[in-house]
Structures are given as structure tokens and as C-alpha cells.
């Protein structure tokens, strides 16, 4: 029952990790385009290779490439 139990917390806390957990959820609406496909086939892969289904509620968006190249703080 531990096994399972810390196989459940270690699956999460990496898909956690990766999902960015961190990050401010987008204003507007979300389109197909946005969504960070390799991201989410990623996090499904590990949680399918660890026998947990993961069900997502806000999927990852693709970083904007023009506000990522700003330093911290500038503008």
C-alpha cells in the first residue's frame, strides 16, 4: 500500500514539475494553437508509464516567445 502510495506522489510531484505549476493562468480564451501539445504528451506518457491517469483541467500553453526574451522586471 506504501509502494502505491509513493509511486501516486512521485507520478504527480514530476508531472507537477513539469507542468509549471508556477505559471498565471491566460485572459482570454484558449485556441488549439496554444495549447503546449509536446507538454501534455510528455506528462501523459509518464503518468501512463506509472499507471495513473492524469484528467487536465487548464492545459499548458506554448510560451510567447516575445515576452520569454524579456529580462526579469523589463517593461
Do not use: E
Not at 514530476?14 to 485556441?31: I, K, M, N, Y
Not at 508509464?49 to 510567447?64: S, T, Y
Not at 515576452?67 to 517593461?75: D, L, N
Amino acid at each position: 500500500m506504501k509502494l502505491t502510495s509513493l509511486t501516486v506522489l512521485g507520478a504527480f510531484c514530476s508531472a507537477a514539475g513539469l507542468a509549471g505549476c508556477g505559471t498565471v493562468a491566460p485572459s482570454g480564451p484558449t485556441s488549439a494553437d496554444d495549447v503546449d501539445h509536446a507538454k501534455v504528451n510528455a506528462i501523459n506518457s509518464v503518468a501512463r508509464r506509472q499507471g495513473v491517469q492524469v484528467h487536465w483541467i487548464n492545459l499548458p500553453q506554448k510560451l510567447n516567445t516575445s515576452s520569454a526574451s524579456k529580462p526579469a522586471g523589463a517593461g
